[in-house]
Nanobody, 121 residues
Framework: VQLQASGGGLVQAGDSLGLSCAVSGGTSSKRVIGWFRQAPGKEREFVALINWTGTVTYYADSVKGRFTISRDNAKNTVHLQMNSLKPGDTAVYYC???????????????WGQGTLVTVSS
């Protein structure tokens, strides 16, 4: 599966930003898409995930209530809407694909290249 994340940029605290992940190729079994992020000097951490049908979503506590993950299978795209952004959300955001639901990095076999989100105070 090939994934390409886009939509990052520089915003101010309290602003909103939407990220997109274009999914192509691979096997149809890799249907869970997750978003992770990695801030400078920190480990890559789980942000949100969605299953193939969109009926299962899960969020990290740090983003719950502010971020929303959705998918459009007709367009092979997964979207991460980020509202009420904080400086602590500054990171490179990656989308990844897995064949099962999980919040651990090792569950995900395929990764996109990442897109930088910078939130200024």
């Amino acid at each position: 599966v090939q994934l390409q994340a886009s939509g990052g940029g520089l915003v101010q605290a309290g602003d909103s930003l939407g990220l997109s992940c274009a999914v192509s190729g691979g096997t149809s079994s890799k249907r869970v898409i997750g978003w992770f992020r990695q801030a400078p000097g920190k480990e890559r951490e789980f942000v949100a995930l969605i299953n193939w049908t969109g009926t299962v979503t899960y969020y990290a506590d740090s983003v719950k209530g502010r971020f929303t993950i959705s998918r459009d299978n007709a367009k092979n795209t997964v979207h991460l809407q980020m509202n009420s952004l904080k400086p602590g959300d500054t990171a490179v955001y990656y989308c990844a694909a897995a064949s099962r639901i999980g919040t651990i990095k090792t569950v995900y076999d395929d990764w996109g290249q990442g897109t930088l989100v910078t939130v200024s105070s």
